[in-house]
């Protein structure tokens, strides 16, 4: 049976269902799918991310709001806090000191790849025109935790993608770098998504 996940990355009925009745390798995927497609998941984050390329490490501090579309990220070592509302179309920068650029509301480019992990929406992975990566099948360890397999769509590159058993996703793995959710609360109340002077 066929799954899909449509253009507006919607899941069909039919896909959910089969998530439920299906434990193989693509019951487990369209599992996951709805999952990291679930309205529930997105709650309000805080967390500590850490990327990994060829042989350093950055380490960033994340709040993220995906139902509003707000972000932090705060890179302590560099000193460098970036900030997007969508309310006010700002991402706010501080290298140093205050910057404001104007960007479109909900824009996908101006978010650090890293902050994917909070809005799966936005990975790369969906095989849309715009993404690298599409999905292949899905397996399930001993610790409950699913990896979910990844194939480029412009050469034979492998990389993967792990979803807690709650659908949150805590490790992507490219080639050429490992993006890894080192601990992540939900928060309540409201982190400032507003740059404080």
Not at 12 to 23: E, N, Q
Not at 63 to 88: F, K, L, Q
Request: negative net charge; glycine residues 12%; hydrophobic residues 35%.
């Amino acid at each position: 049976m066929p799954f899909y996940v449509n253009a507006l990355g919607g899941v069909s009925t039919r896909m959910v269902h089969m998530a439920h009745t299906d434990t193989g390798p693509v019951g487990t995927l369209t599992t996951v799918i709805g999952q990291l497609l679930d309205p529930q998941v997105s709650r309000k984050f805080h967390g500590h991310i850490i990327v990994s390329s060829g042989g350093d490490e950055t380490r960033y501090e994340v709040w993220a709001d995906p139902e509003t579309g707000c972000w932090e990220s705060v890179d302590h070592a560099a000193g460098i806090r970036d900030v997007y509302n969508p309310i006010d179309g700002l991402l706010l920068t501080s290298p140093g000191q205050r910057d404001e650029e104007d960007v479109d509301r909900g824009t996908v480019e101006n978010m650090p790849a890293h902050l994917g992990l909070f809005f799966p929406l936005r990975m790369g992975i969906w095989s849309r025109s715009r993404d690298r990566w599409r999905m292949t099948g899905a397996t399930t360890g001993a610790d409950g935790r699913t990896v979910v397999g990844l194939q480029a769509l412009d050469d034979n590159s492998q990389g993967s993608l792990t979803v807690t058993t709650d659908g949150v996703p805590v490790l992507f793995r490219e080639p050429e770098q490992d993006i890894v959710l080192e601990m992540h609360e939900a928060f309540g109340g409201r982190p400032d998504f507003w740059w404080k002077k």
